[in-house]
């Protein structure tokens, strides 16, 4: 690589086409929106010669590509290069050699480029497992089957009302490929050749994120993962991160790392900051006794607050003066309050370990000591009271929880006792 065929360096705020690599034959084929027509507008790095190259497309002498590729996907081990509403591909094997003028296809108006590609394996009642690749545009999803050489190439449009800015959102995951529409994430099945409703768990931050184009994710170890410029539901703006966890079904976020590039590696993420150069993060879906509950150097914290709490009768004050929260218990003690509707404090208390986890093999730990149970002690729930000072007394009411994470702390359910008093409040 030199000064005259390697992109240049792009800014890290605004919309922008993100860099796309992929391994075609012994090719690692890259588009970036640095490149030039002039410097090549494709970059490709041979792993059997560790050679690096910038170049075009070519049939025979003569360059393929009008302009620098959006994206590059890869499918019969071609490489699939997108430019505007062209998808030029590649012959087998070799993604800079174009044979015959015919391998291209239109998708779709030229009023809106192809932003992202993604594989899609089918699965079907009477063709059993296929492949395809899908195509993505702001607006439309289309799917392409088939190969040239086999003479049976097809491009079909799975959707015209559903599309995806957010390319590097779009992840093959086990149940399909899931991407950011302007709506919310939605799926498209690998039993079906349409797209999923968006996903109702969690819908506010997704279509109010502000630099869809900027928004990344990774999927690894049963868990989904995005981080996004948006806006919370308590209207605070900033960079967030939301996790589905495909076994219980439901989002957790926000969390507030602000992850700029995730990536899956083995059965983890690994994560890069913009603002934080020269360094990597590992970051775990699921917890272990060798993790550190640290971020940059600053303790990791929790804040969970709960939606709003709406008893019945729903017109009426109530008053609570018997509250419990079931949980695994760490060596750390939480501060638990509760709010009205209008984040007003209405009182607050503390969550005491009852007592130390034990994890077997420890220092110190005696076969048959009391407390210490094979292979379970960092799981058992128990349920402790939340002394507060006061009673209750609310309308509707959140709780929040806070405190610095550890391994062992797992949050179940929280239940109090109430009654209805004779009046409507205000709150």
Known sequence: GTSANVPATVGTSGAWNPPVMVLVGTYIVITHPGYTLSSGPV?????????????????????????????????????????????????????????????????????EKVTAFAPQGLSTATQGVLAALLVFKPNSIWQITGDYSLSNLALNELTASVGCSAPRTVQPTPVGVMFMANDGIRTIPVMSSGVSEPNKDVLFPFFNCTNPSRACAAYSADTYRISLDTITTTDVL???????????????????????????FQNTFVLSVNSIGAQ???????????????????????????????????????????????????????????????????????????????????????????????GSAPYNSSVAPLNFPVPLVFKTCQIVLTGLSGYYFRLGRFDLRYEPLLYTGAG
Do not use: C
Request: glycine share 8%; charged share 5%; net charge negative.
């Open 238 to 264: 900033g960079r967030f991160e939301y996790w589905y966890s495909f076994k219980t079904g439901k989002w957790s976020g926000p969390h507030t790392f602000p992850a700029d590039t995730i990536t899956a």
């Open 280 to 374: 990597l993060f590992q970051s775990n879906p699921f917890t272990s006794t060798n993790d550190s509950f640290t971020e940059n150097g600053i303790p990791l914290t929790v804040n969970m607050t709960s939606s709003l709490i709406d008893p019945n009768p729903p017109m009426s004050e109530k008053t609570a003066v018997e509250m419990t929260a079931a949980a695994v218990y760490g060596t750390q003690t939480y501060t638990v309050q509760i709010l009205d509707s209008q984040n007003n404090l209405i009182s607050q208390t503390t969550l005491t370990p009852i007592n130390t986890p034990a994890v077997w093999g420890g220092a110190g730990l005696v076969w048959g000591a009391p407390g210490l149970v094979w």
């Open 43 to 111: 970059g490709t790095i041979n792993i059997s010669t560790n050679v690096y190259a910038a170049g075009n497309l070519q049939q025979g002498t003569t360059n393929v590509l009008p302009a620098v590729p959006t994206s590059v996907g890869t499918f019969y081990n071609r490489a699939w290069y997108a430019v505007n509403n062209f998808v030029y591909f590649s012959d087998p094997l070799t993604p800079l050699t174009q044979t015959n003028a015919g391998q291209a296809l239109v998708i779709g108006s030229a009023s």
